[in-house]
């Protein structure tokens, strides 16, 4: 078995610092929201066979997650999904009300109150990319540049895929969204990763904490951070207190791929045998792999094909 990777494993969006494993709000149910509960639910056990083959850390933990609750009106339909969260997550995961937070992490908090679940998780992106590559290579996978490509193909093309297929097609597949993050140096280890004001604040397991991330459709240059990325560390400042004397360690920045169902985008290339496509995993493709890896080897390897609708090559063409 091969993989060919031109600029080399990580080298795009998914060699990023971020990793929030986050799971969408638990009402208006859907098979996105289904696929992705699933995909959460096997994060631990799909990450855990990888480290134990590669001997490398993912920094996978389902740490969970707290978010301030900003005023009555939010605080009435977080009380609503803890509902709905108890029948959709069944005993799997909470979502719960909470006026307690972890000291020295607790997050602003306009009401006084939190929402805490359970099913939250997160990685460290590149960290996880270097695991996955050396339990791949230890077992006999041979990662190149530059190689002929061998049917069956899967193609794993990120930004450049969606544009090439866009031009085949002539009309938009999908396109690339520039996400800038930045990465902090402050020991909060275990703890829940935060989100509020639309942002992802990440502890991860080697002292730093994650702070991302932008979604810019119009952009100049993808690998680039700019006063938007400045702006977006005083935010994180300002509603973690804990952070305002962080040290900024990293600024990064790369275009994520989004399909233009903003799902993922799986399946069989049509008109080309053998070669499929796993693409437009758009912020939440580490919290979907799990889940997509098995259907796409069930589909490549098995012929079964478990792909949800909406997620479908064909929904974007």
């Known amino acids: ?45 799909f990450w855990a066979e990888v480290e134990a083959e590669s001997g490398v850390r993912s920094g996978y933990a389902r740490s969970g997650r707290i978010q301030p609750i900003t005023d009555a009106q939010s605080l009435q339909l977080a009380q609503q999904r803890t509902q709905t969260a108890k029948e959709l997550w069944a005993e799997k995961a909470t979502w719960q009300i909470t006026e307690q937070a972890p000291a020295k992490w607790a997050p602003v908090s306009a009401t006084g109150c939190y929402i805490h679940d359970t099913l939250s998780g997160v990685i460290h992106p590149r960290k996880a990319c270097a695991s996955l590559v050396a339990a791949l290579q230890s077992r006999g996978v041979i990662i190149e540049a530059e190689a002929p490509i061998k049917a069956p193909t899967l193609l794993a093309t ?137 259907v796409m080897v069930d589909l490549i390897l098995e012929g079964r094909d478990n792909i949800p609708a909406g997620f479908r090559v064909e929904d974007n063409l």
Request: proline fraction near 8%.
């Open 1 to 45: 078995m091969q993989i060919v990777d031109p600029n080399g494993p990580a080298s795009g969006s998914s060699g990023g610092i971020v990793g929030a494993l986050a799971p969408h709000v638990p009402e208006n149910w859907n098979a996105k929201k289904a696929f992705q509960l699933e995909s959460l639910l096997m994060a631990g056990a």
């Open 158 to 294: 990120g930004v450049a895929g969606l544009k090439e297929m866009s031009e085949q097609h002539n009309r938009s597949v999908g396109s690339g969204v520039k996400g800038q993050a930045a990465l902090l140096r402050y020991d909060a280890q275990g703890l829940p990763q935060i989100f509020g004001n639309g942002l992802h604040i990440v502890p991860h397991a080697d002292g730093t904490v994650a702070v991302g991330s932008t979604s810019e459709r119009l952009f100049d240059v993808p690998d680039q951070t700019d006063e938007k990325l400045d702006a977006l560390v005083s935010d994180a400042r300002t509603l973690v207190p804990a952070l305002i004397d962080a040290p900024l360690i990293e600024r990064w920045a790369a275009a994520r791929p989004r399909a233009r169902s903003r799902a993922p985008m799986l399946g069989a290339l049509p008109h080309k045998p053998n070669h499929y496509v796993a693409n437009g995993g758009f912020k939440i493709g580490f919290g979907m792999a799990p889940k997509i890896a098995e």
